[in-house]
């Protein structure tokens, strides 16, 4: 699956760089970002709540293939611009994170 896909499956918005025809190689949720430095892999589609800078830092630091974050929620300020700046896809979606997490299992992310 492409973010392209992701983004059309989870009915979510681009905030920062458009989403692009890269593959998501696995995916992760999680809050904690030591959490994610240990466990994080280029190609990730990683469903965080959190929206300060250090996901930035932790998504760039693993060549993440997009940040998603549930129910609604934006980046802003510093955040999204060092994204953009980075070229890093933020999407935001309207469902919750166990239901963008169900949805990517069921279309062949693991």
């Known amino acids: 699956?492409?973010?392209?896909?992701?983004?059309?499956?989870?009915?979510?918005?681009?905030?920062?760089?458009?989403?692009?025809?890269?593959?998501?190689?696995?995916?992760?949720?999680?809050?904690?970002?030591?959490?994610?430095?240990?466990?994080?892999?280029?190609?990730?589609?990683?469903?965080t709540v959190q929206t300060h800078l250090n996901v930035v830092a932790v998504a760039a630091l693993h060549d993440i293939a997009?940040?998603?974050?549930?129910?609604?929620?934006?980046?802003?300020?510093?955040?999204?611009?060092?994204a953009i700046a980075e070229g890093i896809v933020v999407l935001s979606s309207p469902l919750t994170a166990y239901n963008i997490c169900g949805l990517m299992y069921k279309n062949g992310v693991q």
């Open 66 to 82: 997009c940040v998603i974050l549930p129910e609604g929620i934006k980046m802003e300020g510093a955040p999204l611009e060092k």
């Open 1 to 47: 699956m492409t973010v392209k896909e992701l983004k059309e499956l989870i009915n979510a918005t681009d905030l920062s760089a458009p989403s692009s025809d890269r593959e998501i190689s696995s995916g992760m949720v999680c809050d904690l970002l030591s959490w994610v430095m240990a466990g994080g892999s280029a190609g990730m589609a990683w469903v």
